[in-house]
T-cell receptor
């Protein structure tokens, strides 16, 4: 398993601003992912954070809106840019440990955009 | 397309047994997971099935039938702390996780 921390745990932001969420893992991991979970909904994968190269985005998510960095094997950031109320959600970082492909999640960042 | 169906909510009694069913439709399959998510918390891994049959882990068991596109999570000796959402997740042919909406399980004394 892996221990994952996220900062901030929650924030309230104004429309049009940006927020950067940090994800720190206590060990080196190959795969890191960013998810969004809106109230009462399932998880939606935003992107896979690749170390040393651009993130791989899922359909409906673009780099200009959700730029991601992954400078090393233990750290990643997700920025939510030019926020609108529709971006209000919980953002979750997760890591994959390989076989059997299970993922471990950080505690999440609860974002409210006003 | 790819789709997961599981009940939205279930209620059970402390000490009893409950089975949460999940059906899926997919063009490829590399395994099925169950995650537990307490309100306001992140999901935590419970089980992984890639072959047909029953996997038992303490009070929790997970079953898979690939031919039927069906899985269930069986929880025995229910405790109040088991009140949570249970997410059925499958891994498609590209090793992407497809998440179900979850089943909210309410345990009553």
């Amino acid at each position: 398993s892996a221990v994952i921390s996220q900062k901030p745990s929650r924030d309230i932001c104004q429309r049009g601003t940006s927020l950067t969420i940090q994800c720190q893992v206590d060990s080196q991991v190959t795969m890191m992912f960013w998810y969004r979970q809106q109230p009462g909904q399932s998880l939606t994968l935003i992107a896979t954070a690749n170390q040393g190269s651009e993130a791989t985005y899922e359909s409906g998510f673009v780099i200009d809106k959700f730029p991601i960095s992954r400078p090393n094997l233990t750290f990643s950031t997700l920025t939510v840019s030019n926020m609108s109320p529709e971006d209000s959600s919980i953002y979750l970082c997760s890591v994959g440990t390989g076989e059997p492909y299970e993922q471990y999640f950080g505690p999440g960042t609860r974002l409210t955009v006003t | 397309g790819q789709n997961i169906d599981q009940p939205t909510e279930m209620t059970a009694t402390e000490g009893a047994i409950v089975q949460i069913n999940c059906t899926y439709q997919t063009s490829g399959f590399n395994g099925l997971f169950w995650y537990q998510q307490h309100a306001g918390e992140a999901p935590t891994f419970l089980s992984y099935n890639v072959l047909d049959g029953l996997e038992e882990k303490g009070r929790f068991s997970s079953f898979l039938s690939r031919s039927k596109g069906y899985s269930y999570l069986l929880l025995k000796e229910l405790q109040m702390k088991d009140s949570a959402s249970y997410l059925c997740v499958f891994m498609d042919s590209n090793y992407q996780l497809i998440w179900g909406a979850g089943t909210k399980l309410i345990i009553k004394p």
